[in-house]
Nanobody, 121 residues
Framework: QVQLVESGGGLVQAGGSLRLSCAASGSIRSINAMGWYRQAPGKQRELVATITSGGSTNYAGSVKGRFAISRDNAKNSVYLQMNSLKPEDTAVYYC???????????????WGQGTQVTVSS
């Protein structure tokens, strides 16, 4: 089994900062890309940022310059530093990983359970 567990969400005022963490555990052989997605009430889930195993990053235009994704391959973890938060950043944030399990032949996409981020105006 593979699990992704997020932490670090909460309530913050506009202009503030939060740092999300996500740790993958279980029978993991390797992790390819990891990323953060978010889903606001009544909206579809959208990409926030991704990072490859080599450290290449990609950001949604709405968060570029304010958010920073990073990872620690030794800890099977990915992080999202969120600065200059806006009320429109309010959403449930999900961690995602493309993971090859021990004994497996293919990578599969795994998701965390989500963590709520609420930005008050």
């Amino acid at each position: 089994q593979v699990q992704l567990v997020e932490s670090g969400g909460g309530l913050v005022q506009a202009g503030g900062s939060l740092r999300l963490s996500c740790a993958a555990s279980g029978s993991i052989r390797s992790i390819n890309a990891m990323g953060w997605y978010r889903q606001a009430p009544g909206k579809q889930r959208e990409l926030v940022a991704t990072i490859t195993s080599g450290g290449s990053t990609n950001y949604a235009g709405s968060v570029k310059g304010r958010f920073a994704i990073s990872r620690d391959n030794a800890k099977n973890s990915v992080y999202l530093q969120m600065n200059s938060l806006k009320p429109e950043d309010t959403a449930v944030y999900y961690c995602q990983g493309r993971i090859l399990r021990i004994g497996g032949n293919y990578e599969y996409t795994y998701w965390g359970q989500g963590t709520q981020v609420t930005v008050s105006s």
